[in-house]
């Protein structure tokens, strides 16, 4: 048997229409034996199940996770970490707005490096609509301040690291948040930090589950502060 390599998570929550692109995307790109794509129903209530049954059947690179009940994006992605096989591990977005193949493109970075094992690569997204631009600079900025670590495009995808990383984890957040945890905990644990330019397009099918207006947004703040304050006490405490 082949041993992975890497292993592409990506949460899928009510995404039935957009998992034929997807997957067709994943079948042209992800063509390495050693590599391996975990699609997460995560608590989808749409066809996405019926849909994920029959593809895992047909390409054999492909695995699904069941979520029963959606408790959180992060919770998700964890899940599908947890069922990897691979010596590299990560995740990227269902919706198409970056391409998945941009993983293999980090997967090639890790192994091009001469410490592949101490190497955390992100994605940073360029074609984004100018105010959402704005909104993640005022957050990157509040962030590096808090945590005094260059903090840029938290939520770029996608995030690939050792397993041997993800192993050190502890309680780590089942909501948004994971992605600013998972880069947090990169720096603090002295993981030497790569990024990478992705084009960020529009969504195939569907809409943002949390992107929705200034409302929304807002709301997304406050969370992301509130949990941003609580990492930083722990972090400092810990010292």
């Not at 957040?173 to 960020?200: C, H, N, W």
Request: charged share 25%.
């Amino acid at each position: 048997m082949t041993e992975i390599t890497l292993s592409l998570v990506i949460p899928c929550y009510n995404e039935a229409a957009g998992l034929s692109l997807l997957i067709n995307r994943l079948a042209e790109t992800f063509v390495r034996e050693d590599v391996e794509v975990i699609l997460v129903d995560n608590g989808s209530t749409d066809d996405s199940p019926s849909i994920l049954e029959k593809e895992t059947v047909r390409l054999s690179f492909l695995r699904s996770v069941r979520v029963d009940v959606n408790q959180g994006y992060g919770h998700g992605i964890l899940a599908g970490l947890s069922a990897a096989k691979g010596r590299y591990i990560g995740w990227s977005h269902a919706d198409m707005q970056t391409d998945p193949h941009d993983a293999i493109r980090a997967l090639t970075l890790i192994e091009e490096a001469g410490r592949p094992d101490t190497i955390y690569v992100k994605g940073k997204r360029f074609g984004r609509p100018l105010g959402d631009v704005a909104f993640t600079i005022g957050m990157s900025a509040f962030e590096t301040i808090l945590f005094r670590s260059p903090l840029w495009d938290i939520n770029g995808q996608p995030n690939i690291f050792p397993r041997t990383f993800f192993e050190t984890w502890h309680n780590p957040p089942k909501d948004f948040s994971l992605d600013l945890f998972v880069y947090v905990m990169a720096i603090k644990q002295g993981l030497s930090v790569r990024r990478f330019t992705v084009e960020f397009a529009e969504r195939a099918h569907g809409a943002s589950h949390w992107n929705v207006d200034w409302s929304s947004k807002a709301k997304f703040i406050k969370r992301t502060v509130d949990f941003s304050l609580r990492l930083n006490r722990e972090l400092r405490s810990h010292r």
